[in-house]
C-alpha cells in the first residue's frame, strides 16, 4: 500500500546543501580572470549630471576598467515597464546609467571594474562627478500640486483611473452611517537576506548572466529587447537564491550593466551589492495614501465603498511598478457584499527609489484599508467586529460568487475558519479580560485584532492579465522525464528562492507517477535547462507551476500506458495503473513504470508510431484566479505609559486549498505573518525633505529579530480551489496580507477607549505614545 | 602585507593579506569558504557568523588579521563526512530554513548560545539570537530547532 505524498508533511531535499554551506549564491561563484564591478552611486535625489570624469580611477592600481552614462548611451536602452495599466500612462526613459539627469539617490552615475573588490572600492572615490541640484520632490500631495517641481518633462501624474461598479452615489446617498478614513501605507524596504548579486561572462558570441533574480525566464526575454542582444545568445541562471519577496521580480540596471560590462571587456564581471547600498537600490515597496469612505446601514451592512489612492511610484516606472496599486483594484471589498464600489488610483513620480512587487504587492494594501474600516464600522456601531463581518461576508452557500468588483470567487468557507479561529483564540475569554482591564483601569490595556481576508492569487489566467494590460501571460511550464533506469528528471518554469519546489514538485509526481519520492530530482532556474517557465511571484508556483507538473506527469502516464498495452498485448482501456504499474485488468500480468522507462530507452520493440522516449511537456493556464482567505485573530498589549506593544498572542486560521506539504506551508504562513507584523509595528523607509534616505542600513531599517516576535498558532480549514486539478490556492502572501491589519486593529481596539481610533504605522512606542499624549491634554 | 596563520575548519593556512581585509572576505574570496554568507556592512544581521576559538564572532566585524593565530570553525567544518552536526540536523527536522541564507549564522549563533546555556529557554533563545537577522521563517521554527538542538546535543554528551 503506497502512501499518498501529497499532504505529507516531508521535510526538504533541499536543506541538507544550505546547511552544509554547499551553497551557490550568486556572490559565491566565480569564473577564471573574473573582475569585479562597483557602482558610484548620485548622493542627490535631483540633479544635472554637469561632468563625470573617471580618469583618474582608470589609473589606479587593479582598475581594469571605469565608466560613465554617457559610455553606455549608445547601448544601454532603457529599463522596461511592462504594465502600462492605462492608454495614457507616462513611461518616462529609464536609463540603466544615468546620462543626463539622476531622479534619486542611489541611482548608478558611473563604474569600475577592477581585480577585486577592494580595489574597486579605491577607485570610485576617485571619479569625480558635478552635479547641478534641482529640486527633490518627496512628497505625493505636494508633487501634484500645479506648482510642484518636476520629477520628469511631462509632469509627476503617471496615471490615473477610476473604476465604477454599482451605483456609489446611491449608496452613499442618505448613508445611516459613512465612515471616512485616510490610511498611510508607508513605503517598506524589502530585505530578503541575500544582497543581489550578477555575474556575466561571454564568449565572445553567446553571454551567459547568473543573477539572484526570482525571474530568470522574464530577464532573458527583457535583457534581449533592453539591449538588442539577440534572445538565443543569452542565457540567464538564477543560483541559490536568498529570498526575494517580490525584491528580486526586477529587471535591474546593475543586470544590464554587468551584461554589457561583459560584452565590452570580453570578460566576466561580477557586482555583489553591499546591504546599504541595496536599501538604495533595490525597489521599494507599498507607499500609498488611501482615502476609504465606507457606507452602511445602521444593522452594520455595507452599502458602498469608495476608495481614493495615491501611489508613490518613485522616479521611475520598473517592471510592474504601476501594476502594483492596479492588484488591489478588485480587492478592497474583498470577502464582503456590497451594492456599489468604487476605485480610484493615481500614480505619482517622486524623486525616491522607484516602488514595485513586495509580497502581497496590492493586496496587502486593500486588505489593510477594508480591514481596518470594518472594524471602524463595528466600532461606530458598538458591534462586535465578528458580527460586522459576519453580516457582510459571502456566505458558504453562496459561492462560487461574483463580487462587485467582478471577480468570481470559486470557493471559500469563511464560517468555518472563522469559528476555529475563535476557538483557537479564546476570543470570548479575551473580551472579557479587556472589559476588566478597562474598568480597572489597568495601564496596560489588552487590545484585539481580527483580520479576516482573501487575496487573488496565481498571477493566471493569461486572458485576464491581457485585459489588464500586463505584458505577459500567466501560464507556467513543466518537462517530465522517466530517465532509463526509472528515476524521474522535473524541469520546472517556477524559479524557487526558499519555498521548497523541489520537496513538494517530487510529491506531486511521486503521486502521478508512482515513483518514490526519492527517486525524483528538480531542475530549474536556468534557462538551458528549463527552456521555458513564468518564474515564481503573486503565490502563483504552486497553484500554475504545479499543475503544470500534474499536466505533465498525465500525458507521461498515457504514454506509457500505450507501451505497456502494446508490450503485454492487451487495449490500453484493459489497464489499471496503481502504484507505478500498469496491470492488464483481471490478471496478474503487469509492467511498472520504470520498466516501460527502460523499454523506451532501449526502444527495441516499441509500438507504431510511439516515440523512443517517455517524457512529457506541458503548460497550464486556468481560467480564473485562486482566492485563498482566512481569520487571523491577534491580542495585543498596549503600556499607556510607555506606548510599549506587545503581541500576546496570534491565531490564524488560513484556508489555502489543498495542502501539499503541511510543514512548508506552514512556515509560509509564519514568515509571511512576521513580515505583515514588521509593516504594522517596526519598518519604514524615511526620507528626509531633501530626497535623503535615512534608513540605508540595518541599523536604521528595524527588521524584526526573534526576540521581537512572538510564537504564532496556526491552523487550516481547506475548502479545494475548483480552478485547478490539485485544488491548491497559493499560500506564499497570505501570512503578510493578513497580519498587518490584525495588529493595528488591536492596538486600535486597546486605545479606543481613549478617544483614538488610528495610529500610523509602523506603530512604534513613540507614536503609540504620543497619540495617547496627544488625548490626554 | 602581514602574513598570517590561521586555521579554517581544520586547515592550516598562511597567508599574506593586506590589513584591512575582513575575515569574512578572506575566508570567501581567498579560502573559498563560500559556505559564510555576508548580508550586511554595519554588522546586523549575523548571516557571517563564524566560531573563533569556540566563539562566535561577524567575521564581518573582525580583519582577518586579528585572527591571527586562531582557529576558525564554519559551517563548512561542522558535523563529520556524511552526517551533519546535531544542530544542523535539527534545523532540517523543524523545517527552520527556507532560502537558508541566514542559516550558516544561525546554527553557528545557536552552537554558541548552547555553549553558555545547554538548557535554554525559548526566551533565551529568542534573545540569544538577537543578532541574527532571518527574513523567510519567521522564527517559530528555528526556536523549535534550538531546542531540539540543545536535546539532541545534551544526549550526545550524556551518551558520550
Ligand atoms: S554580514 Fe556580518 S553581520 Fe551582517
Ligand atoms: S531562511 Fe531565508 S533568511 Fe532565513
Not at chain 1, 728 to 750: H, L, Q, R, W
Not at chain 2, 77 to 103: D, I, K, N, R, V
Not at chain 2, 129 to 151: H, K
Request: include cysteine.
Amino acid at each position: 500500500m503506497t502512501v499518498q505524498e501529497v499532504g505529507q508533511p516531508r521535510k526538504r531535499k533541499e536543506d541538507a546543501r544550505l546547511l552544509t554551506g554547499r551553497t551557490q549564491w550568486t556572490d559565491n561563484l566565480t569564473r577564471p580572470g573574473l573582475l569585479h564591478v562597483m557602482f558610484l552611486r548620485s548622493p542627490m535625489a535631483h540633479a544635472r549630471i554637469a561632468s563625470v570624469d573617471v580618469s583618474a580611477a582608470r589609473g589606479m592600481p587593479g582598475v581594469v576598467a571605469a565608466f560613465s552614462g554617457q559610455d553606455f548611451a549608445a547601448e544601454q536602452g532603457s529599463l522596461p515597464c511592462a504594465w502600462p495599466v492605462t492608454e495614457d500612462i507616462v513611461i518616462p526613459d529609464h536609463p540603466p546609467m544615468a546620462v543626463d539627469e539622476v531622479r534619486y539617490v542611489g541611482e548608478a552615475v558611473a563604474c569600475v571594474v577592477a581585480t577585486d573588490r577592494y580595489r574597486a572600492a579605491d577607485a570610485l572615490d576617485a571619479i569625480e562627478v558635478d552635479y547641478e541640484p534641482l529640486p527633490a520632490v518627496v512628497d505625493m500631495n505636494e508633487a501634484l500640486a500645479s506648482d510642484s517641481a518636476k520629477v520628469h518633462e511631462a509632469g509627476n501624474k503617471a496615471f490615473s483611473v477610476t473604476i465604477t461598479s454599482g451605483d456609489i452615489e446611491a449608496a452613499f446617498r442618505d448613508a445611516p452611517v459613512v465612515i471616512d478614513r485616510t490610511y498611510v501605507q508607508q513605503r517598506l524596504i524589502p530585505s530578503a537576506m541575500e544582497p543581489r548579486a550578477v555575474m556575466a561572462d561571454t564568449d565572445g558570441e553567446s553571454f551567459t548572466v547568473w543573477s539572484s533574480t526570482q525571474i530568470p525566464h522574464v530577464l532573458r526575454v527583457m535583457l534581449a529587447v533592453v539591449t538588442g542582444i539577440p534572445e538565443h545568445r543569452i542565457r540567464v541562471i538564477a543560483p541559490d537564491v536568498g529570498g526575494g519577496f517580490g525584491s528580486k521580480l526586477q529587471v535591474t540596471a546593475e543586470e544590464v550593466l554587468c551584461l554589457l560590462l561583459a560584452r565590452k571587456l570580453g570578460k566576466p564581471v561580477k557586482w555583489g551589492e553591499s546591504r546599504s547600498e541595496g536599501n538604495l537600490t533595490v525597489h521599494h515597496g507599498r507607499d500609498q495614501i488611501q482615502h476609504v469612505r465606507l457606507a452602511a446601514d445602521s444593522d452594520g451592512r455595507v452599502r458602498g465603498l469608495q476608495v481614493g489612492l495615491l501611489a508613490d511610484m518613485g522616479a521611475y516606472l520598473m517592471l510592474v511598478t504601476p501594476g502594483i496599486p492596479m492588484l488591489g483594484a478588485q480587492m478592497f471589498n474583498a470577502i464582503y457584499k456590497m451594492d456599489a464600489y468604487e476605485f480610484g488610483c493615481t500614480g505619482v513620480f517622486t524623486t525616491k527609489m522607484p516602488t514595485d512587487a513586495y509580497r502581497g504587492a496590492g493586496r496587502p494594501e486593500a486588505t489593510f484599508a477594508i480591514e481596518r474600516v470594518m472594524d471602524e464600522l463595528a466600532a461606530e456601531l458598538g458591534m462586535d467586529p465578528i458580527e460586522v463581518r459576519r453580516r457582510n461576508w459571502i456566505r458558504h452557500e453562496e459561492f462560487p460568487y461574483t463580487t462587485i468588483s467582478g471577480l468570481t470567487y470559486d470557493s471559500g468557507n469563511y464560517e468555518a475558519a472563522t469559528e476555529k479561529a475563535l476557538a483557537l483564540f479564546g476570543y470570548d475569554k479575551l473580551r472579557a479580560e479587556q472589559a476588566d482591564r478597562r474598568d480597572r483601569g489597568d495601564p496596560v490595556q489588552l487590545g484585539i485584532g481580527v483580520s479576516t481576508f482573501t487575496e487573488m492569487c496565481g498571477l493566471a489566467p493569461s486572458r485576464m492579465l491581457g485585459e489588464a494590460n500586463y505584458g505577459a501571460g500567466g501560464w507556467e511550464h513543466a518537462s517530465v522525464r522517466m530517465l532509463p533506469t526509472g528515476k524521474v528528471e522535473v524541469i520546472t518554469g517556477t524559479s524557487p528562492h526558499g519555498q521548497g519546489h523541489v520537496t513538494s514538485w517530487s510529491q506531486i509526481v511521486s503521486d502521478a507517477l508512482g515513483v518514490p519520492f526519492d527517486d525524483i530530482t528538480v531542475l530549474h532556474g536556468d534557462t538551458a535547462i528549463a527552456h521555458k517557465g513564468m518564474d515564481t511571484y503573486g503565490s502563483r508556483s504552486l497553484v500554475i507551476g504545479g499543475v503544470a507538473v500534474v499536466k505533465a506527469c498525465d500525458k507521461v502516464r498515457e504514454k506509457a500506458r500505450r507501451l505497456a498495452a502494446h508490450l503485454m498485448e492487451c487495449s490500453p482501456d484493459d489497464l489499471d495503473f496503481a502504484a507505478g504499474a500498469f496491470t492488464v485488468r483481471g490478471t496478474e500480468q503487469s509492467r511498472t513504470i520504470q520498466e516501460l522507462a527502460y523499454a523506451a530507452f532501449t526502444a527495441h520493440d516499441l509500438p507504431e508510431g510511439v516515440e523512443a522516449r517517455l517524457d512529457s511537456d506541458a503548460t497550464f493556464d486556468p481560467d480564473n484566479y485562486s482566492f485563498p482567505h482566512g481569520t487571523h485573530l491577534c491580542a495585543v498589549e498596549v503600556d499607556t505609559e510607555t506606548g510599549m506593544v506587545k503581541i500576546r498572542s496570534y491565531v490564524a486560521v488560513d484556508d489555502v486549498g489543498t495542502v501539499v506539504n503541511p510543514l512548508i506551508v506552514e512556515g509560509q504562513v509564519q514568515g509571511g505573518i512576521a513580515q505583515g507584523i514588521a509593516q504594522a509595528l517596526f519598518e519604514e523607509a524615511v526620507y528626509d525633505a531633501e530626497g535623503n534616505l535615512l534608513t540605508t542600513t540595518m541599523a536604521d531599517y528595524l527588521l524584526p529579530s526573534a526576540a521581537d516576535l512572538p510564537n504564532f498558532t496556526l491552523d487550516r480549514t481547506e475548502t479545494p480551489a475548483t480552478s485547478n486539478p490539485l485544488g491548491v490556492k497559493g499560500v506564499g502572501e497570505a501570512g503578510t496580507i493578513a497580519s498587518t491589519p490584525a495588529v493595528v486593529n488591536a492596538i486600535v481596539d486597546a486605545l479606543r477607549p481613549y478617544g483614538i481610533h488610528d495610529i500610523r504605522m509602523p506603530c512604534t512606542p513613540e507614536r503609540v505614545w504620543r497619540a495617547l499624549e496627544g488625548v490626554r491634554r | 602585507m602581514p602574513r598570517i596563520t590561521v586555521t579554517v575548519d581544520g586547515v592550516t593556512y598562511e597567508e599574506d593579506v593586506e590589513p584591512r581585509v575582513l575575515l569574512v572576505h578572506l575566508l570567501r574570496e581567498r579560502l573559498g569558504k563560500t559556505g559564510t554568507p555576508v548580508g550586511c556592512d554595519t554588522s546586523n544581521c549575523g548571516a557571517c557568523t563564524v566560531l573563533l576559538d569556540g566563539k562566535s564572532v561577524k567575521s564581518c566585524s573582525v580583519l582577518a588579521v586579528q585572527a591571527d593565530g586562531c582557529d576558525v570553525v564554519t559551517i563548512e567544518g561542522l558535523g563529520t563526512s556524511g552526517s551533519m552536526h546535531p544542530m544542523q540536523q535539527a534545523f532540517h527536522e523543524e523545517h527552520a530554513l527556507q532560502c537558508g541564507y541566514c542559516t550558516p549564522g544561525m546554527v553557528m549563533a545557536a552552537i554558541d548560545l548552547l555553549r553558555e546555556n545547554p538548557d535554554p529557554s525559548e526566551e533565551t533563545i529568542r534573545q540569544g539570537l538577537e543578532g541574527n537577522l532571518c527574513r523567510c521563517t519567521g522564527y517559530c521554527n528555528i526556536v523549535r530547532a534550538v531546542r531540539r538542538g540543545a536535546q539532541e546535543m545534551g544526549q550526545a554528551v550524556t551518551r558520550s
